[in-house]
């Protein structure tokens, strides 16, 4: 079924607003009024069905039960094999953490002792000298008492 307009079925005076319209309810609105009116169609021979007592109606609502929760458990399920793959990495990673963590510790505790012997070292001429001035004043303040 070809549901494009050909040149020929144009007017020839159409514009691209109307030959939009045209096509929007040929190619949409059309199939959607006849799929709800195909199912509101369904849902009234359902309920006509359940009153009168039906056999196959409670056959039909197990058997769309099962499709609706279907899906819903197979998502679960992968979400529960996820959250088992976590548990099961976290556990194994606990075990090693402590001792990774005493090395993180121990490098960390040797990089101290290097930056502070390093800042030792480089203030030590500042030490020095303020040193020597403190004892030129306090030298010049005996003399000159």
Same mark, same amino acid.
């Not at 494009?4 to 109307?18: D, G």
């Not at 009024?33 to 109606?57: C, D, E, K, R, Y």
């Given at each position: 079924?070809?549901?494009? %307009?050909?040149?020929a079925?144009?007017?020839?005076?159409?514009?691209?607003?109307?030959?939009?319209?045209?096509?929007?309810?040929?190619?949409?609105?059309?199939?959607?009024?006849?799929?709800?009116?195909?199912? %509101?169609? &369904?849902m009234?021979? @359902?309920?006509?069905?359940?009153?009168? !007592?039906?056999?196959?109606?409670? @056959?039909? !609502?197990?058997?769309?039960?099962? =499709?609706? =929760?279907?899906?819903?458990?197979l998502?679960?399920?992968?979400?529960?094999?996820?959250? !088992?793959?976590?548990?099961?990495?976290?556990a194994?990673?606990?075990?090693?953490?402590?001792?990774w963590m005493?090395? &993180?510790?121990?490098?960390?505790e040797?990089?101290?002792?290097?930056v502070?012997?390093?800042?030792? @070292?480089?203030?030590?001429?500042?030490?020095?000298?303020?040193?020597?001035?403190?004892?030129?004043?306090?030298?010049?303040?005996?003399?000159?008492?």
């Amino acid at each position: 079924m070809n549901d494009k %307009l050909s040149v020929a079925e144009l007017p020839i005076n159409a514009s691209p607003v109307a030959v939009h319209h045209r096509q929007m309810r040929v190619q949409v609105w059309l199939p959607l009024a006849i799929s709800i009116i195909i199912i %509101l169609v &369904l849902m009234i021979l @359902t309920v006509i069905s359940a009153v009168q !007592g039906n056999p196959q109606v409670e @056959t039909w !609502g197990n058997v769309s039960a099962i =499709i609706v =929760i279907l899906p819903v458990l197979l998502v679960l399920f992968i979400f529960l094999a996820i959250t !088992g793959a976590m548990v099961y990495g976290m556990a194994k990673l606990l075990k090693r953490v402590p001792d990774w963590m005493l090395r &993180l510790q121990l490098l960390f505790e040797r990089l101290s002792l290097a930056v502070r012997r390093a800042s030792d @070292t480089a203030t030590k001429p500042v030490f020095a000298a303020n040193n020597l001035s403190s004892r030129v004043q306090a030298f010049w303040k005996r003399v000159t008492r």
